[in-house]
């Protein structure tokens, strides 16, 4: 079955950086017939998307993060990343990686098929 593990996350102070890892295994097909995305979820708050990518390359970024974060992936590794710079306190939140089988990089947290657990990302 799909697993996807996140790794990267910890403490950084305002105005660090971090890069957040997924590592997928198990895919029914070749990772990179996937649409993959970053989403955060702060406590009391929704979860909200923060980056995507279709399986053609096409990229879609939360416009109030666009400039600080970047998604990138590694098909060869089947590893998603994203790269936060220039990090705010408004930014901690648990950090989650999915992936769908529609091609798209549109779309909120009900329309991916697979989650990874999370990753803790905590600014100060």
């Known amino acids: 079955h799909v697993q996807l593990v996140e790794s990267g996350g910890g403490s950084v102070q305002a105005g660090g950086s971090l890069t957040l890892s997924c590592q997928a295994s198990?895919?029914?097909?070749?990772?990179?017939?996937?649409?993959l995305g970053w989403f955060r979820q702060a406590p009391g708050k929704s979860r909200e998307g923060v980056a995507a990518?279709?399986?053609?390359?096409?990229?879609s970024h939360a416009r109030s993060l666009k400039g600080r974060f970047t998604i990138s992936k590694d098909n060869a590794k089947n590893t998603l990343y994203l790269q936060m710079n220039s990090l705010k306190p408004e930014d901690t939140a648990m950090y989650y990686c999915?992936?769908?089988?529609?091609?798209?990089?549109?779309?909120?947290?009900?329309?991916?098929?697979?989650w990874g657990q999370g990753t803790q990302v905590t600014v100060s």
């Open positions: 198990g895919y029914e097909k070749r990772y990179s017939q996937y649409s």
């Open positions: 999915a992936a769908k089988k529609r091609n798209d990089c549109s779309g909120g947290p009900d329309d991916y098929n697979y």
């Open positions: 990518m279709n399986r053609d390359g096409t990229l």
